[in-house]
C-alpha cells in the first residue's frame, strides 16, 4: 500500500517529502529517545535523520517499507551516539522530573515510586526492553520482527517472557512497605481511568 | 498473563472480554499492578518525546536546513585569499562572456493523484486547481513567477486562475498549449484520447498543431491529435464546474453516453453488456466515491454495475429490459 513515490527517495518532491515527515517525525522521535533517554538528544537525531535522508534522497530506494526503513536508521544513529556517551543514569533522572497533576503531599511519594518503578523496567535485558519500548510506540509484533530481524513468534515469546521476568524481578526488589502502599495507589488510579 | 491482551490494554484497543481479564490479573496480586503502572508511565514518558506541535516546529528548522545546504558547500571558498577570489570572478566573467549564462537550477515540483485519490492544488500564485483520478500537475517553482506562469498537465483538471495581465499563465498539454490571464476552464488531457476543453468564465487560447483558437464561456473544444480534427460545441455552466464541485453532471445521457463521462471521470475502462437500451438520464451525482457513485446511478437510472480490477462493467436491470421490450 505504499505510495511508489516513498519508495523511490529520486521521484520525492518537497511535497511527498512534508507527507512522509508528518507520518513518521514523532515516532522516530519517541524511538530515539527509547534509546538516548535524552528529549532533546532524541529529537535532534530525528531531526537530523530527516534532513539526510531529504538530501541524499537521490540515492535511496526503499525496498521493504518506508517505516521499517526509518527506524532501522533511527536505530543505527541512536547506537551511533551512545557509543560516545554512556547515558544510563540519565533514564532514571529524567523520569523523575515529569510533572505531576497530583498534590503536593502525593508528589514526593510518587516521585519515589515512580523510580521504582522505572527502575523495574531496566532490570530487563536490551532486547527485552526494546520490544517492549516498541510495542508501547504501538507497532504490532510483526513490524517488530521485521525491524529486529526476528520472527513474530520471537516477539511474543519475549514479550511474555518479559512479563514473567517482572513478576520475579519485583519478588526480589524487597520493597518497602511504604513503597507497596503506593504501589497499590498507583495500581488503583490506572485502574479507574480506563472504566 | 498474555502480553498482547496487556499491550492491547495499554493501548486502550481491548474488548470487554479482554479488559475482564486483565482488571482480574490486576486483583491478582501487588506486582501486577506494579508491571502495568510502569508499562503505563514508559509508555507516557516515550509519548513525551515528540508530538504534533514538536513535528512542525522542527519542521521549520528542517526546512531551512535544507535549504542551507548548497550554500555550506560553498563555505570552503571563504579561506581563500581574495585575491584567488577575484581570480576565480575573472575566470567566471570569462565564462560567461563566452557561454550563455548558466540557468537558474530548476526546481520541479509534480503533484500527481493515483486512481483512489483527486487533489485540490493552490499554487504560489494562488491559482487553484482541481487535479482529478490519475492526473499529474507539473511546475517549476524556481521560475514560476517569471514573465509567464507555466504549468504542465497530464490528465483531468480544473483551473481557477487568479487574474494578473502582466503575467499569462500557461497551461502544458501533451497535445495542446493553453493560455489565458485569468479564467476557470476544465481541461481533459489524456494520452491516446482526444483532448477537451470547456471555459466557465473569461476567455482562452488554445493552440496545437494546425490549430490557434480562442474559446468563450459555456464553448467545449474537442481536439483529436492524430486526425488534428477539432469540434467545438457549447456546453452548459454546470458541466464545466462538475470537476470542481465534485459533482457528475449528465444531460439527457443515454447508457453509452453515462459509461464515456464515467470512463473520462474515474479514467478507467467501462465496458457495456448487452444492447444499449434507450434510457435517459438528467441529473447530477457527487463523488463519494466510484461504488457510492454507481451504487447512486443504479438506483437513479436503472443501471446493474459490476467492478472489476480495471474495469466496470455496466448492464441495464433485468426488470427495466423487460420494460423497454
Known amino acids: 500500500m505504499q ?193 | 498473563m498474555n502480553a498482547n491482551i496487556l499491550f492491547r490494554y495499554i493501548h486502550e484497543l481491548s474488548d470487554a472480554a479482554e479488559r475482564e481479564m486483565v482488571v482480574a490479573w490486576l486483583q491478582e496480586s501487588e506486582k501486577n499492578r506494579d508491571i502495568l503502572a510502569a508499562l503505563a508511565q514508559r509508555k507516557l514518558s516515550l509519548e513525551k518525546a515528540a508530538d504534533k506541535d514538536n513535528a512542525a516546529s522542527d519542521w521549520l528548522k528542517i526546512q531551512t536546513a535544507i535549504q542551507e545546504a548548497p550554500v555550506k558547500k560553498m563555505f570552503p571558498w571563504k579561506r581563500y585569499s581574495a585575491a584567488a577570489a577575484i581570480a576565480a570572478l575573472l575566470c567566471t566573467a570569462a565564462w560567461y562572456s563566452t557561454h550563455r549564462p548558466a540557468p537558474v537550477t530548476p526546481h520541479l515540483v509534480k503533484l500527481a493523484t493515483t486512481a483512489r485519490d483527486k487533489k485540490r492544488i493552490t499554487l504560489p500564485d494562488s491559482t487553484e486547481v482541481w487535479l482529478q483520478y490519475n492526473s499529474s500537475l507539473t511546475y517549476d517553482a524556481a521560475t514560476f ?70 474559446l468563450l464561456p459555456e464553448q467545449k473544444i474537442t481536439y483529436d491529435p492524430v486526425t488534428h480534427k477539432t469540434t467545438t460545441s457549447h456546453i452548459s455552466l454546470h458541466q464545466v464546474t462538475g470537476l470542481r464541485d465534485n459533482k457528475l453532471v449528465f444531460e439527457n445521457d443515454d447508457l453509452p453516453g453515462i459509461a464515456a463521462k464515467l470512463e473520462q471521470w474515474y479514467n478507467r475502462k467501462i465496458i457495456i453488456r448487452g444492447t444499449p437500451q434507450r434510457v435517459s438520464f438528467t441529473g447530477s451525482v457527487e463523488d463519494n466515491g466510484i461504488h457510492a457513485v454507481l451504487g447512486g446511478l443504479s438506483f437513479l437510472a436503472g443501471i446493474q454495475y459490476q467492478v472489476t480490477a480495471d474495469s466496470v462493467i455496466l448492464s441495464l436491470h433485468s426488470n427495466s429490459l423487460r420494460n423497454n421490450k
Open chain 1, 3 to 195: 505510495p511508489v513515490s516513498e519508495l523511490n527517495g529520486a521521484e520525492w518532491n518537497q511535497q511527498t517529502f512534508k507527507v512522509l515527515y508528518d507520518e513518521y517525525y514523532v515516532l522516530v522521535s519517541r524511538y530515539c529517545y527509547a534509546f538516548t533517554g535524552d528529549y532533546e538528544l532524541a529529537r535532534d537525531i530525528a531531526a537530523e535523520l530527516f534532513c539526510d535522508l531529504w538530501r541524499q534522497r537521490a540515492n535511496i530506494r526503499v525496498n521493504t517499507n518506508i517505516k521499517n526503513y526509518l527506524l532501522v536508521a533511527a536505530r543505527r544513529r541512536c547506537k551511533k551516539h551512545k557509543e560516545k556517551l554512556p547515558l544510563t543514569v540519565t533514564i532514571a533522572n529524567d523520569q523523575l522530573e515529569s510533572i505531576s497533576h497530583h498534590t503536593p503531599d502525593t508528589h514526593m511519594v510518587q516521585k519515589e515510586s515512580k523510580a521504582a518503578l522505572q527502575q523495574l523496567l531496566l532490570r530487563l535485558d536490551p532486547v527485552k526492553k526494546e520490544i517492549i519500548d516498541l510495542k508501547l510506540l504501538g507497532l504490532t509484533n510483526k513490524e517488530i520482527a521485521h525491524l529486529l530481524h526476528v520472527t513474530p513468534k520471537k516477539v511474543e515469546y519475549q514479550l511474555n517472557t518479559a512479563i514473567r521476568v517482572l513478576q520475579d524481578e519485583i519478588k526480589t526488589m524487597q520493597l518497602t512497605a511504604q513503597d507497596c502502599e503506593i504501589g497499590l495507589m498507583i495500581g488503583s488510579l490506572l485502574l479507574l481511568i480506563p472504566s
Open chain 2, 145 to 214: 513567477h517569471n514573465s509567464e506562469r507555466c504549468v504542465t498537465l497530464q490528465g483531468t483538471a480544473f483551473f481557477n486562475v487568479t487574474s494578473n495581465a502582466a503575467k499569462p499563465f500557461r497551461v502544458q498539454t501533451p497535445h495542446t498549449a493553453i493560455t489565458v490571464l485569468g479564467t476557470s476552464f476544465h481541461i481533459n488531457a489524456r494520452e491516446n484520447a482526444p483532448q477537451e476543453i470547456a471555459v466557465a468564465t473569461g476567455k482562452i487560447n488554445v493552440t496545437a498543431e494546425q490549430l490557434n483558437i480562442n
